[in-house]
């Protein structure tokens, strides 16, 4: 069998290019002088009829070659007829009949797309049957063509089902591919097998679903019937059709790899018989009207007899246009039939709620009722009447025909046929309700008495009589009675579940407790939530909290304050920590669904109480964290003062993660309500300065360090909401609008916050706002000035002199001090902008140094510079940028003040301060050589011998090579002056570098010149240079090479205690011997080979005990005991080798030796520092 083109060979290209136009002019208007249908065709409709979805092209030629078209056809079949509308299945079977094959497959085509697909059509083009040619010859030209008639092969295309235009081209017929042809029939005929059957498969699934269970569906429209097999498919197929046409393309790969079961390039495999509706945006866009459906279809035969279509096929019988007054009670009747039912069926809503209620009432009156109690209520069901009202009338038009009935007739029709449904639905909605009321049983025909009844029952073994029993055999019939069921349960279930695997019975106990009707039972559900587990550890307790909030979320602030806050209570003085912790996490994430006298009164009291009693660090960090949400939601402004002294107060706890969790959390939050009611700068900035000048008043003799650190912290961690304040009440605040132009935040521009908290971006809103604000900032400070801007007038003229005043008051030698103001000052001026700094901060110190050596009193020395101002505005101020000409600005500052304080014979402190807060950051190494350089070729030799100092501070932590390139050079130029004094000043850096350094050539160098100072003969004589390098040596000996030590370090001191003995100035004699003292108490420590020990350490120590027989009998014991024992281990040494060396001053023999030295020890006045070496490790 050959396959055989329906379309005709002879279509051109130069045809086909011109039907598009064709089918625009038949769409044209007759007064345009478009063709179309003569006025008297009866395919025209009236004025207000509805257009017609089907046009036919009157070009179109027939397989046989008669050219004749449809409307000429149809205006001769219906000639003489009167206006009227024809049936579509008429117009496709007189189609067929002539053999219009193209006409009616174009029809067929125009009806799939309008979603309105004819069974005559698609039958007849989906049964190859009609296109088989059934010999080798064609047929004769007169031959009459029937249905299934034969037609000529074309080469392009095998059937009308199998459009494969890459196997043929339009060349005509080759009979080389007859075979081909065949073999791609059978397989189309195969599938279209496969196909009927599941079609098939189909119906069947569709007719599972029960009887009963439809009726259920359908009396009860809230309950949506589950969807259907077919259904699915159906959809799947729409869903994936709109994502390939609107070029979701990989979305619909990923549905059709979901839906791997189904075929989505083919609508039949949905299944047969079913057509295939519009797609899923004409359905959206139909909403409102009723769709065709599968069932509403009418499947109609695809044969068609020669005499079933007459000529005049067309009923003549006139069609009176429907009424519109007609029209319009119709639509009034339907009207009033939709309220009918509306009323009824709020009625029978009111009389189920009254029924059930009944039920429940009865239940509960009847603990267990007894099977012969199941129709308690068959009595009062059975007395209500079932309503038979009409329900609302669907549309008239179901897709299947041109409407060619009356308005009026279809809708009496469909009222009759929704009235019968709807009667059916109630009825089945009223058996629905008596069955859920009552079960009944087959009862035997029996006579068998009650009494035996039971007794013979009583043999199943059933228990009923114990609790659980209890529980068992009474089934939960309602959500109230499911809640009853699980409070009673619950408390019995939780003992005997694993501590583990308890957490999984939080959802159970939190939804029961939510629902539970009875008070008493919730309490004791939420009980058992907060006991769940003995010492729940982090992931529990989160779990617990989650669902805690879930209860608040679901229950409101009122059962919050009464059911969980109570529980809560109970747990404060838990002797578990864990326990304790949770209620401390419980109140802040509580805190947003308390009601807000709540907040502020009983659980702030709480968290109170536990801050100042709890002893575990974890509870009270806990209790911080949420006093800082209490913080977040408070809005009681007389709760003020109270959050001020608990910010104190965990200020001052004895643990750093409390405090760091109120730098993280309790101050930006505090922060934040004292910004919303406007006392930030007015009131806790101010209180928190006032308690820091109180602290330096009472501490002139001694400052508590601990507290300053508490309060400058604070202060600092209100740095980032001060600029917040700033910014929103700048003049340029309402200008500030957020957009893609401006430029991002430069990372460095703040710096890092201790929390998100502290971060300015959250503090202000967003990123793309603060960057705005800042760019006006910037424009706002340096061309507009600060006129009218009250906060920034504050900070200006309020804070910044009191801070500097502040800063002048502290002790500059207290390191610890220093640093913390200038951390602050470093924070302060990079939050608030280089601008801000350069304009604002600066010129205010630079007011109060005055740094101009006119102004230096040669003998009091500037007292300004003497302060703890110059290493903070040095060190916090000047290095918070680190551009060029900030290095030069603090290279000159450190160089003028070195030069002011060296001319004015002031004390070093300030500046000893500055370098060595500097020097503690390797980045200033390079800028502090480079001070000090100016200091070593000043002309003054005052300038020189403070540089000289200034290297012992900042050349430990520097790098070798950086020592060897630039600081030895240094000091040895020095060494090279003629000044006496500015050489003395070189000898403790020059120890330092001995002390830290390994490299051996600068070892060497260092070495060569401190012998110079001891072996030079014009120093001999040099009783100030003697006392530096002795004091050198006890210093650095300990911790410098054990060969420098031995070959070095020991032999001088032995020469200088030598030279000691012969001093005839007292006084220079008993300081010599004092640090001799104290440097051989240092070196006592250290291991000393037996023959340095014979050679110099011994020896040394007889000339030191020569000189304090006379000069220090309390020194001379302790020297005595110290030779004895360094005697006695030498004497040792063969037997004590293996053990090595110990300590003489830890090995002193007897109890009287012992209570001798450390009676003396305690006598001595001498150097603390050097003392303290007496007890370092030995090296």
């Known amino acids: 069998m050959a396959s055989v083109n329906p379309f005709d060979v002879s279509d051109s290209d130069e045809e086909a290019e011109r039907r598009p136009n064709e089918t625009v002019d038949t769409e044209r208007s007759p007064s345009e002088g478009a063709p179309g249908p003569p006025p008297g065709n009866a395919f025209s409709l009236p004025a207000d009829a509805e257009p017609p979805t089907l046009l036919l092209s009157s070009n179109r030629t027939s397989p046989s070659g008669e050219g004749m078209s449809v409307s000429a056809a149809a205006t001769s079949t219906m000639a003489g007829g009167v206006e009227t509308r024809v049936s579509v299945d008429v117009i496709a079977a007189q189609l067929l009949r002539d053999q219009y094959i193209l006409t009616a497959l174009e029809f067929h085509t125009e009806l799939l797309e309008a979603g309105r697909e004819l069974p005559r059509l698609r039958d007849y083009f989906s049964n190859p049957g009609n296109f088989e040619r059934q010999s080798g010859t064609p047929p004769a030209k007169d031959q009459v063509l029937g249905p299934g008639g034969p037609l000529n092969r074309a080469g392009s295309i095998s059937t009308l089902d199998s459009l494969d235009f890459a196997r043929y081209s339009d060349d005509g017929n ?33 007719s599972e679903v029960a009887s009963q269970e439809r009726k259920n569906f359908k009396s009860s429209p809230e309950i949506q019937e589950p969807i259907r097999p077919l259904e699915k498919r159906a959809l799947n197929f729409l869903v994936n059709e709109y994502l390939l046409k609107n070029e979701y393309k990989l979305s619909s790969i990923t549905f059709s790899d979901e839906n791997d079961d189904q075929d989505f390039e083919l609508w039949d495999d949905v299944g047969l018989n079913i057509p295939k509706p519009p797609d899923l945006l004409q359905l959206y866009r139909n909403g409102g009207s009723t769709l065709s459906s599968p069932t509403d279809k009418v499947d109609a035969s695809v044969g068609v007899a020669f005499g079933d279509l007459p000529g005049n096929c067309i009923s003549r019988e006139p069609q009176k246009k429907p009424d519109l007054s007609q029209q319009s009670e119709v639509v009034q009747e339907l009207e009033y039939q939709l309220n009918l039912l509306n009323s009824e069926k709020q009625s029978l809503a009111e009389q189920i709620k009254k029924l059930q209620s009944e ?42 025909y041109l409407d060619i009935r009356g308005v009026s007739e279809a809708g009496n029709d469909l009222v009759s046929t929704s009235t019968q449904n709807t009667s059916q639905s109630q009825q089945q909605t009223c058996n629905k309700t008596t069955s859920q009321q009552r079960v009944q049983f087959d009862q035997p025909n029996r006579k068998l008495s009650p009494a035996f009844q039971q007794a013979l029952l009583s043999f199943c073994r059933m228990c009923s009589e114990s609790r659980l029993g209890a529980e068992v055999s009474r089934i939960a019939d309602s959500e109230e009675s499911v809640m009853l069921m699980l409070g009673r349960c619950l408390p019995h279930i939780v003992p005997n579940v694993l501590l583990a695997k308890r957490e999984e019975l939080i959802p159970l106990i939190l939804c029961t407790a939510c629902l539970h009707p009875e008070p008493k039972e919730r309490d004791q559900l939420l009980h058992i939530l907060f006991n769940l587990i003995k010492r729940p550890d982090d992931e529990q307790r989160q779990m617990i909290l989650t669902g805690c909030v879930a209860f608040a979320r679901h229950v409101g602030p009122t059962r919050v304050e009464a059911e969980l806050l109570p529980q809560c209570w109970e747990q404060i003085n838990h002797k578990y920590p864990e326990r304790r912790l949770l209620v401390a996490e419980a109140c802040g994430a509580l805190a947003p669904y308390l009601p807000k006298e709540i907040r502020s009164s009983l659980v702030l009291s709480m968290l109170q109480q536990m801050l100042t009693e709890d002893k575990a660090d974890m509870v009270r960090e806990a209790v911080v964290k949420s006093l800082g949400i209490i913080m977040g939601y408070i809005d009681d402004s007389d709760k003020y003062a109270q959050g001020f ?71 600092q961690s209100l740095i980032p909401p001060l600029f917040a304040v700033v910014l929103q009440n700048a003049p340029f605040t309402s200008r500030a609008k957020p957009h893609e132009d401006i430029p991002a935040i430069e990372v460095t521009r703040f710096p890092r916050p201790a929390s998100p908290l502290q971060d300015m971006a959250i503090i202000i809103g967003n990123r793309e706002l603060l960057s705005s604000l800042l760019l006006l900032y910037d424009h706002q400070l340096e061309h507009e000035g600060t006129t009218g801007w009250e906060s920034l007038l504050w900070v200006v003229n309020q804070l910044l002199p009191q801070l500097i005043e502040i800063v002048g008051r502290i002790n500059v030698t207290s390191s610890t001090c220093v640093h913390e103001f200038s951390r602050f000052f470093w924070r302060f001026c990079r939050t608030f902008g280089k601008i801000f700094t350069n304009t604002k901060v600066k010129p205010q110190f630079q007011e109060i140094l005055r740094l101009s050596e006119e102004n230096v009193d040669a003998s009091a020395g500037n007292g300004i510079l003497t302060k703890a101002t110059v290493p903070i505005y040095a060190t916090g101020v000047l290095t918070c940028y680190n551009q060029e000409e900030d290095r030069k600005l603090l290279v000159g500052f450190l160089e003028d003040v070195m030069t002011t304080l060296s001319l004015s014979h002031a004390p070093l402190d300030s500046l000893k301060a500055s370098f060595v807060e500097l020097g503690a950051n390797p980045v200033y190494h390079e800028l502090l050589l480079t001070v000090l350089w100016y200091g070593v070729v000043h002309t003054s030799a005052l300038v020189r011998c403070t540089a000289a100092r200034m290297f012992e501070l900042v050349l430990r932590g520097m790098s070798e090579a950086l020592v060897d390139r630039r600081a030895a050079p240094a000091l040895i130029t020095l060494c090279s002056g003629p000044e006496l004094s500015v050489r003395i000043a070189t000898i403790p850096a020059f120890g330092t570098i001995m002390e830290t350094v390994t490299q051996k050539e600068l070892l060497e160098r260092v070495k060569m010149q401190l012998a110079s100072f001891l072996e030079d003969p014009q120093y001999q004589d040099q009783h100030s240079l003697h006392m530096e390098i002795i004091r050198t040596f006890g210093r650095v000996g300990p911790n410098a090479e054990p060969r420098f030590r031995d070959d070095f370090v020991l032999p001088h001191l032995h020469k200088l205690a030598l030279a000691n003995n012969s001093q005839s100035v007292e006084s220079k004699r008993i300081d010599i011997a004092i640090h001799l003292f104290e440097a051989y108490s240092a070196l006592s420590c250290c291991f000393i080979s037996e023959e340095v020990m014979v050679n110099h350490f011994l020896p040394g120590l007889r000339c030191l005990h020569a000189d304090m027989e006379q000069l220090s009998p309390e020194h001379e014991v302790i020297l005595g005991s110290m030779i004895k024992e360094c005697e006695i281990k030498v004497e040792n040494r063969g037997i004590s080798d293996a053990q090595g060396s110990i300590s003489i001053a830890s090995s002193l023999v007897g109890e009287d030796a012992k209570t001798k030295f450390l009676s003396k020890m305690g006598q001595l006045t001498t150097s603390g520092a050097m003392l303290a070496n007496v007890f370092q490790r030995k090296k």
């Open 174 to 206: 080759r009979e080389s591919d007859e075979r081909v042809a065949v073999l791609e029939f059978e397989l189309r005929k195969a599938k279209e097998t496969i196909q009927a059957l599941r079609a098939n498969l189909t119906q069947a699934a569709e």
């Open 359 to 400: 039920i429940q009432i009865l239940k509960k009156s009847v603990s267990s009722p007894p099977p012969a109690t199941l129709e308690l209520c068959s009595s009062s069901s059975s007395s209500k009447p079932c309503s038979t009202n009409p329900p609302s009338v669907p549309s008239l038009d179901n897709g299947q």
């Open 645 to 715: 002294e608990l910010m104190l107060l965990s200020l001052g706890d004895p643990s750093e993660r409390v405090v760091n969790a109120v730098h993280q959390v309790f101050i930006p939050a505090f922060a934040a309500w004292t910004t919303e009611l406007g006392t930030l700068h007015t009131a806790l900035i101010p209180s928190l300065l006032a308690r820091i000048e109180k602290l330096l008043t009472q501490g002139e003799h001694g400052l508590d360090e601990h507290k300053l650190h508490v309060f400058l912290s604070a202060l």
